[in-house]
């Protein structure tokens, strides 16, 4: 659920149809447990929702070792999926506020019309600078 508590097993869909979390665990989270630090799970879900405000659908997020979020966009039709990188140490509004920047200036603008297919991956986690690569680099 939306606090990151397993209740029931997911059933298997061949397309993403919920949100999917993954952690660096080695195991399956029992059922009636937390997958992850409920202050953990609060930010991601405000990362996802500060997202969707910028018009951006994500459908993953993986938890990486060192603080590092990286959520993956959904497009039809393409199974790879552009990246935006954050920290969970940083001000995430700074980040929202730089990625909105990012995207509101060459190169991203163009891609940003198409579908976000420009890039391969925008990363917020380096103070107030965003570090991208383009998907012809």
């Known amino acids: 659920d939306a606090t990151g508590y397993v209740f029931s097993q997911a059933p298997k869909f061949s397309a993403p149809v919920y949100f999917t979390f993954y952690t660096p665990i080695d195991f399956d989270v029992p ?6 630090d ?7 879900s405000s990362i996802k929702n500060k ?5 951006i659908k994500v ?3 993986s938890v990486k070792e060192g603080n590092e979020l990286v959520f993956t966009l959904n497009k ?7 990246e935006l990188r954050f920290d969970t140490k940083d001000d995430l509004d700074l980040a929202m506020v ?10 991203l603008l163009s891609g940003k ?7 391969l991956y925008i990363d917020t986690r380096y103070d107030n ?3 991208y690569k383009l998907r012809n680099e």
């Open 113 to 119: 019309t198409n579908n976000f297919e420009s890039f």
């Open 129 to 131: 600078k965003v570090f």
């Open 59 to 61: 459908y993953t997020v």
């Open 76 to 82: 039809a039709g393409y199974t790879g999926g552009q």
């Open 98 to 107: 730089n990625l909105q920047t990012a995207l509101d200036a060459e190169p």
């Open 38 to 44: 409920k202050d953990l799970i609060t930010k991601i």
């Open 51 to 55: 997202l969707t405000v910028l018009g």
């Open 31 to 36: 059922i009636t447990h937390y997958v992850a």
